[in-house]
């Protein structure tokens, strides 16, 4: 039964690398907490197939590893391996080879808006991140103040996100420490018109 399953788990990675390839673009829905701030939960990013010299440090990328999908930040690139990193992890991944980075998020669609995506973080967007990776609860908190936002009406991204970061860092001070090791595991959607086919990977 297992081998079953990860038999089924690669012919979705196979599938969602290879509409990636032909068509030139794929949306993936984000379901990890390893790049928040800048990206949440259910976000739906669009993921472009660029080639190696498109791609520059600051992006955010799409790597395979493992026959997983990872979204993190460009952080190195060097002749034989790239470098990548979570915004809200402690520490750069291990080393990928350029073939493993499959292509950079063009958009970030939260509802309604579409945010594209800053190869620069913030002072503040830092701290925010700073304050996600050592504290469980502050980043339990950021999570649901996010879900209950999403619930209200629309509000400006630049609003949303200076609320949240000031009511979450408020409410790390008496958090106790610890080290986020959430992945970003992603799903794969391919859009079709208005309807996108969800790739659950």
């Keep these: 039964m297992q081998g079953m399953t990860?038999?089924?788990?690669?012919?979705?990675?196979?599938?969602?690398?290879?509409?990636?390839?032909?068509?030139?673009?794929?949306?993936?829905?984000a379901l990890g907490t390893s790049m928040l701030p800048s990206i949440w939960p259910g976000d739906v990013l669009?993921?472009?197939?660029?080639?190696?010299e498109?791609?520059?440090?600051g992006d955010i990328v799409l790597v395979s590893r493992n026959r997983r999908f990872f979204i993190h930040r460009l952080i190195e690139k060097h002749n034989s391996h790239w470098i990548t990193r979570g915004d809200s992890l402690p520490q750069d991944d291990a080393?990928?080879?350029?073939?493993q980075v499959l292509g950079k998020v063009s958009t970030?669609?939260?509802?309604?808006?579409?945010?594209?995506?800053?190869?620069?973080?913030?002072?503040?967007?830092?701290?925010?991140?700073?304050?996600?990776?050592?504290?469980?609860s502050a980043r339990n908190i950021a999570l649901r103040i996010h879900s209950l936002r999403q619930g209200?009406?629309?509000?400006?991204?630049?609003?949303?996100?200076?609320?949240?970061?000031?009511?979450?860092?408020?409410?790390?001070?008496c958090a106790a420490a610890t080290e986020s090791k959430d992945p970003a595991d992603v799903r794969a959607t391919r859009n079709a018109g208005k309807h996108s086919r969800g790739l659950y990977l």
Aim: with cysteine; hydrophobic share 40%; glycine share 2%.
């Design 6 to 29: 990860e038999a089924r788990e690669d012919h979705k990675l196979d599938l969602a690398v290879e509409v990636l390839r032909s068509s030139g673009s794929i949306r993936l829905q």
């Design 46 to 52: 669009r993921i472009e197939a660029k080639a190696g």
């Design 54 to 57: 498109e791609i520059v440090p």
């Design 95 to 99: 080393p990928v080879a350029q073939v």
């Design 108 to 136: 970030i669609h939260r509802k309604s808006r579409v945010i594209p995506p800053n190869q620069r973080v913030s002072p503040l967007t830092r701290l925010f991140a700073w304050t996600l990776c050592r504290w469980d």
């Design 152 to 173: 209200e009406a629309e509000h400006k991204w630049c609003s949303h996100e200076h609320s949240v970061i000031l009511s979450v860092v408020a409410a790390a001070r």
